[in-house]
């Protein structure tokens, strides 16, 4: 475990991103940008992101629902649906490099803070809107979460064991591959303002971001006409490819080329396996799984998990163990990758969290602050960004229009 540093800005340091979004989808892409020394304002109605109540688990006052996901930003409570307020978001927007939401078609142009509005404001603004169905379709009224997503795209429908229910990837894809390619997008819309000076509207839809992973499956479906159902932890093409018990874990292998498979007979003390015509090539191991498996399923569960991992590694074969949170997170590899850092929590303690995965040797993204306190912010950026006076502010207060911590 490493303690977060504090010596980097990181590659986005001098961008200013406004961040509407809350809940998962829009925080996590916003969180990585500001992990990469962006300076994130994130703007909350008077009671704030909802998140922040999550339960069942704290730290202070703030879930940790909230912690996971809102790290490297400021907190500036604006009222939008107040005259005042809208023009406090409209000076900031004058002097950011990217708004971006999360909210449901519609509600930006309500509030008169859509693209054509603010960028009368900002002509280079680049403004990036995250929603579940898009802005275009007969779907984009339909309220969505990523359980709704995972449903509709055609994943949960190859989720699970052969046989059982379809159940739903147990991170939330939808939620973060959408965050992702909002990243894309921004950082994509900001090269071209580097070069043309143009700002302009992007939008990610959540569906789209689970329908394009469908990749190869998909393709075998546009090609075959078949609709595949659950397949477990297995592969529609490779053999072995997939989890399987041992005497007490459960461990991982992928040994369908025919280099791996040899040397993973080795390992298993079973050569004249991989002299078996039935299993000599990939070819005949697809057309055999039904015997093969159950074979190797068989023998693995004759020992641990860790002593057959011991041999199948020494024989250079993919394989892993199927790992708790309690393993991955006090895993070597993961902590020398720094995956686990420190962060300062809400009573001068230290609180664990994810680190960054992207790994840049000029500029490294290892700086990491807290969470903010709601409203934490507002005075400051409000002064300090656009030069209001402590009067005006105060003025803001009494009318609603903001909130400060």
């Known amino acids: 475990m490493t303690e977060a540093k504090t010596d980097s800005k990181g590659p986005l340091q001098g961008i200013r991103i406004i961040d509407l979004s809350?809940?998962?989808?829009?925080?996590?892409?916003?969180?990585?940008?500001?992990d990469l020394g962006a300076e994130?304002?994130?703007?909350?109605?008077?009671?704030?992101?909802?998140?922040?109540?999550?339960?069942?688990?704290?730290?202070?006052?703030?879930?940790?629902?909230?912690?996971?996901?809102n790290r490297n930003k400021k907190s500036v409570v604006i009222n939008l649906k107040s005259a005042e307020g809208r023009q406090?978001?409209?000076?900031?927007?004058?002097?950011s490099d990217v708004v971006y939401d999360n909210y449901r078609p519609g509600v930006l142009e309500r509030l008169k803070i859509d693209y054509e509005n603010l960028k009368r404001y900002n002509p280079q603004i680049i403004c990036c809107s995250i929603s579940t169905f898009g802005y275009i379709g007969p779907y984009r009224d339909r309220?969505?979460?990523?359980?709704?997503?995972?449903?509709?795209?055609?994943?949960?429908?190859?989720?699970g064991e052969p046989g059982g229910s379809p159940v739903r990837a147990g991170i939330p894809l939808g939620d973060l591959v959408g965050g992702l390619l909002a990243v894309h997008g921004i950082l994509a819309a900001y090269i071209h303002r580097q070069k043309t000076g143009e700002g302009q509207r992007l939008e990610v839809s959540l569906l789209d971001g689970q329908v394009y992973l469908l990749t190869y499956v998909a393709?075998?479906?546009?090609?075959?006409g078949n609709i595949p159902g659950p397949i477990g932890s297995g592969h529609q093409?490779?053999?072995?490819?997939?989890?399987?018990?041992?005497?007490?874990?459960q461990i991982v292998i992928v040994a369908h080329q025919d280099h791996h498979f040899q040397r993973l007979c080795q390992a298993m003390e079973k050569p004249e396996w991989a002299e078996d015509p039935r299993f000599a090539n990939r070819k005949a191991r697809l057309e055999n799984k039904s015997i093969l498996i159950p074979m190797m399923e068989s023998h693995l569960q004759t020992k641990g998990?860790?002593?057959?991992?011991?041999?199948?590694?020494?024989?250079?074969?993919?394989?892993?163990p199927i790992n708790t949170l309690d393993r991955v997170l006090s895993d070597p590899q993961v902590l020398a990758r720094e995956m686990v850092v420190e962060i300062d929590g809400p009573a001068n303690d230290k609180i664990k969290t994810i680190g960054n995965p992207l790994k840049m040797e000029k500029t490294p993204a290892n700086t990491f602050t807290r969470p903010p306190q709601l409203g934490e912010h507002t005075r400051d950026v409000l002064s300090n960004v656009l030069g209001y006076s402590k009067e005006k502010i105060d003025t803001l207060v009494q009318q609603g229009a903001i909130k400060t911590a």
Do not use: C
């Open 237 to 249: 093409s490779l053999v072995p490819y997939q989890a399987f018990k041992t005497k007490d874990i």
């Open 305 to 320: 998990g860790d002593e057959w991992l011991e041999a199948i590694h020494k024989a250079g074969v993919p394989a892993g």
């Open 88 to 95: 406090a978001f409209y000076d900031l927007v004058a002097k």
């Open 40 to 69: 994130v304002l994130k703007i909350e109605p008077l009671d704030g992101d909802e998140t922040r109540e999550a339960p069942p688990y704290y730290y202070g006052e703030n879930s940790a629902y909230f912690w996971s996901i």
């Open 219 to 224: 393709q075998y479906y546009f090609h075959s």
């Open 22 to 34: 809350m809940m998962l989808a829009g925080p996590t892409g916003s969180m990585l940008m500001g």
């Open 143 to 159: 309220p969505g979460y990523d359980l709704i997503v995972q449903a509709m795209s055609g994943g949960m429908s190859i989720t």
